[in-house]
C-alpha cells in the first residue's frame, strides 16, 4: 500500500471547494435554468471536497494500515 501525504488530500480537497464556491458564484450571473444546473454541477464538487477531506483524516489516522 503507498503512504500519501496527508497534505496532498487536504489541498486536493480545498481545490475541490473552490472550484465548488466559483462554480456556485457564476452560476448566479445566468438564468434560472443554466443556474439551477450549476448548482447541480457544484454538487459533485462539493462531494468530492469530502470525500478527499474524509480520506486526509483517515491517512492522518493511520486508517489505512
Known amino acids: 500500500m503507498v503512504y500519501r501525504s496527508v497534505a496532498l488530500y487536504r489541498t486536493l480537497g480545498l481545490v475541490s471547494l473552490v472550484v465548488t464556491l466559483l462554480v456556485i458564484w457564476l452560476g448566479?450571473?445566468?438564468?434560472v435554468a443554466i443556474r439551477n444546473a450549476l448548482l447541480i454541477?457544484?454538487?459533485?464538487?462539493?462531494?468530492i471536497a469530502c470525500m478527499y477531506f474524509h480520506l486526509g483524516n483517515e491517512e492522518?489516522?493511520?486508517a489505512f494500515l
Do not use: D
Request: glycine share 8%; hydrophobic share 65%.
Open 41 to 47: 454541477v457544484s454538487l459533485f464538487f462539493l462531494v
Open 28 to 31: 448566479w450571473q445566468f438564468e
Open 60 to 62: 492522518a489516522r493511520g
